[in-house]
């Protein structure tokens, strides 16, 4: 059985004003799908790289799929900053016992 791989080469934005924040697009269509509503928020994006994306290969902290069904359902798929750890900023803090 032959099936049909799915590809898209990806133009993919990034965010000036959200870091970690990115917009997906097909190269063909560019940003002409995405709401103008959302460019507001996003603020002038940034072209920051350009890649195939295929469906059978997963990318950093996205699934592949997502990515391809968004841009074919959308035009665009938008990538939110990861959640911080609150943890993490705790490390960061003056302790409060007054054991200097």
Known sequence: MTGKTVKVICEVF??????EMYIYVDKKEGLKRVPKELLEIFGTPKTVMTM????????ARVKSEDVLRDIREKGFYLQMPPKKDEYLLDLYKAPTEGKY
């Open 14 to 19: 990034k965010s000036p004003r959200k870091d």
């Open 52 to 59: 195939l994306i295929r469906e059978e290969k997963d990318l």
